[in-house]
């Protein structure tokens, strides 16, 4: 069982750039998969990044460039580095693990999930 609390979320100006933190419990965190997906008011979810147990990442092509995901085994945290960042970009982010180890970007291919932390980027 891996529990996933994210933090960091908060109201920020375009233009502006954020870290978001995902801390997970559980002995086996650097086996897992972890990834990172967000959800706007009235649409789907949608996947932001991905890392796999071996530190491949996968990133969507709208963030390429700008966000960068990285973990620290240490501490049982991955984290998701945005900049320039776009109002377009509002949304819920959540984290995500999976038991498989792989940078994937499907979403039903995580096993876990935390409860999301609110990003606002004003005009």
């Known amino acids: 069982q891996v529990q996933l609390v994210e933090s960091g979320g908060k109201l920020v100006q375009a233009g502006d750039s954020l870290t978001l933190s995902c801390a997970a419990s559980?002995?086996?965190?650097?086996?897992?998969?972890m990834g990172w997906f967000r959800q706007a008011p009235g649409k789907e979810r949608e996947f932001v990044a991905a890392?796999?147990?071996?530190?491949?990442?996968n990133y969507a092509d709208s963030v390429k460039g700008r966000f960068t995901i990285s973990t620290d085994n240490a501490k049982n945290t991955v984290y998701l580095q945005m900049s320039s960042l776009k109002p377009e970009e509002t949304a819920v982010y959540y984290c995500?693990?999976?038991?498989?180890?792989?940078?994937?970007?499907?979403?039903?291919?995580?096993?876990?999930w935390g409860q999301g932390t609110q990003v606002t980027v004003s005009s």
């Open positions: 995500a693990a999976n038991k498989a180890g792989y940078a994937s970007v499907k979403g039903h291919e995580y096993e876990y």
């Open positions: 559980g002995r086996t965190f650097s086996n897992y998969g």
């Open positions: 890392i796999s147990w071996s530190g491949r990442t």
